[in-house]
């Protein structure tokens, strides 16, 4: 009966055993998952700082254009203004040249 009860006692033993390393390659699958998540986790992260990145250099560029943009305008208004200023002038002498005719007529 001892040596049943040995044969018992290594069975239960070799359960525990079994039990044991099912336990413990569950846990190791379960790690690499989260391993697994961990690195789709950086790689997405990695992903949206280049985006980020590239937004920010399109929206640099963006800036950039939309100030030469308004630069342009305000040389345009400038030289606009300069030319109104000219045929203002011109009016006047125009004007004071006709009033002058005007008098001399009388």
């Keep these: 009966m001892s040596a049943e009860a040995a044969r018992n006692e290594a069975e239960r033993s070799r359960q525990r055993a079994e039990a044991s390393r ?8 379960a790690r690499e ?9 950086r790689d997405t992260a990695e992903s949206a700082r280049v985006a980020s990145e590239e937004a920010r250099a399109s929206a640099e560029t963006t800036r950039d254009a939309a100030v030469d ?11 606009t203004l ?9 009016r006047r002498t ?13």
């Design 94 to 106: 125009l004007r004071e040249v006709k009033d002058a005719h005007t008098h001399d007529a009388h």
């Design 82 to 90: 300069e030319q109104m200023q000219v045929v203002e002038e011109m």
């Design 22 to 29: 099912e336990v413990r390659d569950h846990d190791r699958e």
């Design 69 to 79: 943009a308004v630069r342009a305008s305000a040389e345009t208004l400038n030289v």
């Design 33 to 41: 998952t989260i391993r697994q998540d961990g690195e789709r986790l």
